[in-house]
């Protein structure tokens, strides 16, 4: 979505709270919503998968996470130059007394707006990265009308905790930036089989539509 993925910058939820940080790293905090941040560590290179910042939090409902620069640079823009990370491994502990058969997330440079072609925000449109989930199986991403993720092809009941592992890339860093975090959605972006099953339960109404009206 914005342009390549050769510089990867990050967001991950984290706060103060039990946090470990490298010096430059940025601050999470919650912005609005039912979430609690419990911890975090950004001391790591957070450059691959396998360095990526990690953060743990609590959620009740819907929520969105603000992440803050604390050095007066932004996130870096070159993969030689990092003063943040790229990678984050970010895991959740449903308390919202449901079970969550989807879980999304949106990032935003201005609350409220969607994030479009050309601000340099994304889940590292590009670069060919592989997102991961512990619990759910399938991934629906949109790059081109804003910046955002669905998981689903699972679940996480009530009680119980999942991860993700994604990266963002910010090639024009500004900060704040803000990720939105949403379980249940009840328009959710459908998979490639949903969308084939709606499709033809669409096909057979107008056909059983036209039956009716001779």
Not at 123 to 138: I, V, Y
Not at 149 to 164: D, I, K, R
Not at 171 to 195: F, H, I, K, M
Not at 196 to 210: D, E, P, S, W
Request: charged share 10%.
């Amino acid at each position: 979505m914005k342009l390549n993925g050769i510089t990867l910058a990050a967001l991950v939820a984290a706060s103060t709270v039990g946090s470990s940080n490298l010096f430059g790293a940025p601050i999470f905090s919650v912005a609005n919503g039912g979430i609690s941040i419990t911890s975090q560590n950004t001391g790591t290179a957070g450059t691959t998968a396998g360095t990526a910042w990690t953060v743990n939090e609590t959620m009740i409902s819907t929520g969105t996470l603000a992440l803050t620069d604390t050095d007066g640079t932004p996130l870096a823009t070159t993969i030689g130059a990092f003063n943040s990370g790229s990678w984050i491994t970010k895991t959740v502990l449903n308390n919202s007394g449901i079970t969550w058969t989807s879980f999304e997330m949106e990032l935003q440079e201005i609350l409220g707006t969607a994030s479009g072609e050309g601000d340099g925000l994304s889940f590292a449109q590009a670069a060919g990265l592989t997102f991961t989930s512990n619990l759910f199986s399938t991934i629906t991403r949109i790059d081109s009308t804003r910046d955002y993720l669905n998981f689903s092809g699972g679940s996480v009941l009530n009680g119980q905790s999942v991860s993700f592992t994604f990266a963002v890339t910010d090639n024009t860093p500004t900060s704040p930036v803000y990720l939105l975090q949403t379980p249940n959605r009840a328009d959710r972006v459908p998979d490639g089989g949903s969308t084939g099953l709606l499709l033809l339960l669409g096909l057979a109404g107008v056909i059983g539509l036209k039956k009716k009206m001779r």
